[in-house]
């Protein structure tokens, strides 16, 4: 079974970074590093929306509301997915989750949805 903990979220100001975190566990080294990992956000009122992924082959691809402003990365010998924030806007503001799939759109998550990583930023 597929456990997920996020953090790494917090308050920032406009134009401002925050590295998020999402560690895996309930599932080997081997079988983390073929997984594709995403990450989601879901801001009130909306649906949970994927900004980010990044395939077993360390291929990337990104929202066009995040490109060019977030970079997923993964360390497969932590069992752990990032998500660097910068240049971060107000509409920004979500509660950041991970999961985990066999293709990078992650079309069927493997895992329970965890608390997620509130990120809000406002002045």
């Known amino acids: 079974q597929v456990q997920l903990v996020e953090s790494g979220g917090g308050l920032v100001q406009p134009g401002g970074s925050l590295r998020l975190s999402c560690a895996v566990s309930g599932v080997s080294r081997s079988i983390f590093s073929i997984y594709a990992m995403g990450w989601y956000r879901q801001a009130p009122g909306k649906q949970r929306e994927l900004v980010a992924a990044i395939s077993r082959a360390g291929s990337t691809n990104y929202a066009d509301s995040v490109k060019g402003r977030f970079t997923i990365s993964r360390d497969n010998a932590k069992n752990t997915a990032y998500l660097q924030m910068n240049s971060l806007k107000p509409e920004d503001t979500a509660v950041y989750y991970c999961?985990?799939?066999?293709?990078?759109?992650?079309?069927?998550?493997?895992?329970?949805w965890g608390q997620g990583t509130q990120v809000t930023v406002s002045s």
């Open positions: 999961n985990a799939g066999w293709d990078s759109g992650i079309s069927n998550p493997l895992g329970d």
